[in-house]
């Protein structure tokens, strides 16, 4: 079992940044290919990113790429979300998720491929 902890959300102006953090527990997710989705209210959760288990492979939704980066530190068993040049349409909770061994980019957008969830973290961009 892996348990996801986020945090780092908040409110911010546009153009602002926010550094969201999933802290890890249980396993080490050195094994573990780890994605960042996100849900608005009333509409479907949707991927924002990714990275592979080994680091090798990070994909992007377009509309952050660019804006948002991705990153991994086994050591910490923490996975982070650097968010730049936020705009009001990022505002969501954001999720962190787990999955093992998981490589293929056009698996790691689809949120059912995924076995462990946090909780989220609320991000809100004011315009």
């Known amino acids: 079992q892996v348990q996801l902890v986020e945090s780092g959300g908040g409110l911010v102006q546009a153009g602002g940044s926010l550094r969201l953090s999933c802290a890890a527990s249980?396993?080490?997710?050195?094994?573990?290919?780890m994605g960042w989705f996100r849900q608005a209210p009333g509409k479907e959760r949707e991927f924002v990113s990714a990275?592979?288990?080994?680091?090798?492979?990070?994909v992007y939704e377009d509309s952050v790429k660019g804006r948002f980066t991705i990153s991994k530190d086994n050591a910490k068993n923490t996975v982070y979300l650097q968010m730049n040049s936020l705009k009001p349409e990022d505002t969501a909770v954001y999720y962190c998720?787990?999955?093992?061994?998981?490589?293929?980019?056009?698996?790691?957008?689809?949120?059912?491929?995924?076995?462990?969830w946090g909780q989220g973290t609320q991000v809100t961009v004011s315009s």
């Open positions: 998720a787990a999955v093992f061994g998981l490589t293929i980019v056009r698996a790691m957008r689809i949120p059912h491929n995924y076995d462990y």
């Open positions: 249980g396993r080490t997710i050195s094994d573990y290919a």
């Open positions: 990275i592979s288990w080994q680091g090798g492979a990070i």
